[in-house]
């Protein structure tokens, strides 16, 4: 375990976040951005955006990135130097060496983002995983999950995420991506995914899928791309019909996906974050329906699904846990 704050990172196609977070999971300084989203913008220019965040949140944080600091930490006049940087992405991408792809930021194609932190801040370990699975490790840690050996931790925003702890301990797989739950197939003949498959748990309950599927059913057309996820939720909280069939369909997908997931892993919790999961019972209520009607087992009925407690910090809490926990979290 660490004795000093460690800077972590933050990569979805929604936002950029970062903090300073203290060994015992305490964020000490905070910021976040709107992830860059410009027509031409390449690579760089999102890469400049991180790191002018990077650089307000050590400035707020009062920590120095000198290099070469020890887990112990030292104290200089500027403020404590960091132990290292952990960083949440979204995938796919290379693991552990941190060449990433992620699906909702085109800007980045196999973008070297471990070896670049690591040329911003020498000497220093990096740590970077999928951002679901930081969300994950953080509930895991310090939310939901505590004091549960067996827990699905899953994002629900852009895309549809997952991590897997069992035993107590990070899987990660033979490439990194165990619990990649989004991708789990919940309706065969549904709509085509961004992966290339069809009918994957992404497709329907991503808020972007979930806004275009109800446009196709005549909700908010006059206003195409511009109606969000949020918009929608926000809708079936005044009763429109199609939101509400919106959230019902993705909450019914949710709980299909979560009853293979707990029949396959013997899960005990099941933490849900991210901007959709904020739609509370809109989405809850039907992805308990589901659940109970698949999950039959008796070992798979004791399972419980829960939001994330941490809220949009798991994913920061997580990634800093690859360093500050790094002998359950970090195993490469």
Not at 69 to 85: D, F, H, M
Request: aromatic share 4%.
């Amino acid at each position: 375990m660490t004795r000093a704050p460690v800077l972590a990172i933050d990569i979805g196609g929604t936002k950029l976040a970062a903090a300073v977070v203290e060994p015992d999971g305490r964020i000490a300084a905070y910021d976040r951005i709107a992830t860059p989203a410009r027509p031409g913008q390449d690579a760089e220019d999102l890469w400049r955006a991180l790191e002018s965040l990077l650089d307000r949140v050590t400035e707020q944080g009062r920590v120095t990135a000198q290099g070469g600091v020890t887990e112990q930490g030292r104290v200089t006049e500027q403020g404590s130097e960091i132990a290292g940087v952990g960083v949440g992405c979204g995938g796919p991408m290379t693991w552990p060496a941190a060449e990433v792809s992620p699906l909702n930021i085109p800007a980045w194609r196999g973008f070297p983002l471990r070896d670049r932190l690591r040329e911003r801040y020498p000497g220093l370990p990096v740590r970077v995983h999928n951002d679901a699975v930081c969300v994950a490790i953080g509930e895991h840690w310090q939310g939901a999950g505590q004091g549960r050996d067996n827990v699905l931790g899953m994002v629900v925003s852009t895309g549809v995420g997952g991590g897997l702890v069992l035993g107590g301990r990070l899987v990660d797989g033979a490439s990194g991506n165990a619990g990649h739950i989004g991708h789990v197939i919940v309706e065969p003949q549904g709509p085509p995914c961004e992966c290339g498959g069809r009918g994957c748990l992404e497709a329907i309950a991503r808020g972007p899928g979930l806004a275009a599927w109800a446009r196709a059913q005549g909700w908010r057309q006059d206003q195409g791309g511009d109606a969000t996820g949020a918009d929608l939720a926000e809708d079936a909280r005044q009763g429109h019909p199609v939101a509400t069939a919106a959230m019902r369909r993705a909450g019914r997908a949710l709980g299909i996906a979560i009853a293979s997931a707990t029949h396959l892993c013997d899960l005990e919790i099941v933490a849900i974050g991210g901007g959709v999961s904020q739609a509370g019972a809109l989405l809850f209520d039907p992805l308990e329906e589901a659940l109970r009607a698949h999950a039959r087992m008796e070992f798979a009925r004791r399972v419980q699904v829960v939001p994330a407690t941490l809220g949009q910090t798991s994913g920061l809490i997580g990634a800093a846990a690859l360093l500050h926990e790094g002998n359950r979290y970090w195993n490469p």
